[in-house]
């Protein structure tokens, strides 16, 4: 691990008032605990044991998109945007069509309570969470994968969906 | 090969662990990472409901996962937690639990934990799933519309389990039913009908969004839906609402 990626790692945590933190990889092993007036955690032989990852990846909190995924689909989008952009009809509008990428309940929303989403008229960008989709009690985040603006959605709060069914349609 | 717990964030006070949890994988933090809080002042369950989390009462645990699978196979995983975090009592305390479909784990009609996993995906690649996972320890009693709808080890058993006790066996636990889930997902769903009394032939009333639907169950999906026979003798395949044991009339 990085210098630089270790003194972010623990600004980040300094920030949000943790009380011990370990991590070991290959060659490096670190454990901060921090006083206070609480009494600390005590290490029992119960506690997860330390041992070394094979995984050679750190932690990377510096720069987050360092182990972002690649995003594989959207890079085939980029550059076929890309070649529509560059043809005489590129100011044309360009539809684009979010699907449901399992069976489950489709939520606007986080809970009842909260705002949507995203709304009709709404700009929207790649990392946009646009709803939620259940299945399982798994609460999947879909992403938009494409910056523009919502026009349709085709789906209401709590319904069912299929497999591949279409959620909304954004104007790119 | 990654041995989950290895990477620990603890805190004495966190208004989520899933949360902080999110946080961490969208940075990029390994699968296996766990984060614990000794107490959540804004524990969520699904679709806001709130996870009672008093100060070390419980174990409040939040899991990074990063398997590489599609979103659509990831529902198992929600099923194998249920399986271990059930395990997990009997082996290591002798109680006896059931689990109610998907994955909560019950003592009689009593919630001991309940899980909630949360996951971003692309196209239909998961990116990163967070396992949240809350147990109910030391609580001597529960007030409010808790009394007669939750329960913990200690009411259950008299023995005292620290979080930090019950930890250690449940990730490992946890892991082996995790990597079942990715490589053979069919045994998680066995092991997950032949622990629970919900799986086959129970009579249930099951509330989806704001409609009820009465049935027997038949089983589970290869994906761990729930297979209703319902009333007008036609099967559904569920994959969401809450479910609840029909008493004999």
Known sequence: MKSKELRELIELLYEKGFSEFEIERKGFRMRLTRGGEQEPHTLAPSQPIIVASPIPVPLALSGSTVLAEPPKQRSAEASVESIKAATPQSDQEELHIIKSPIVGTFYRAASPDAEPFVRIGDRIEHETVVCIIEAMKLMNEIQAEVSGEVVRCFVENKQSVEYGQKLFEVRT | ?????????????????????????????????????????????????????????????????????????????????????????????????????????????RKISGILMESASEGEHLRYAILGIGINLLQRHFAGELENSATSLYIETGKSIAPDEILRPLLLLIEDEYNTAINKPDHVIERWVERSSYSSGAHVRLFIGDRTVYGITRGLSESGALILETEAGTRRIITAGEISLRKAE
């Open chain 2, 1 to 109: 090969m990654t041995t989950f717990g290895s990477t620990a964030y603890r805190f004495n006070s966190l208004p989520s662990t899933n949360d902080l949890a999110r946080e961490l994988a969208m940075k990029g933090a390994a699968e296996g990472a766990i984060i614990v809080a000794a107490q959540q002042t804004a524990g969520r369950g699904r679709q806001g409901r709130s996870w009672n989390s008093p100060p070390s009462e419980g174990l409040y645990l939040s899991l990074i996962l990063r398997p590489s699978i599609k979103i659509a196979e990831a529902t198992v995983i929600t099923l194998a937690a249920a399986v271990a975090v059930r395990d997990v009592f009997n082996s290591e305390y002798g109680l006896e639990c059931d689990i109610k479909w998907p994955n909560d784990v019950m003592v009689g009609d």
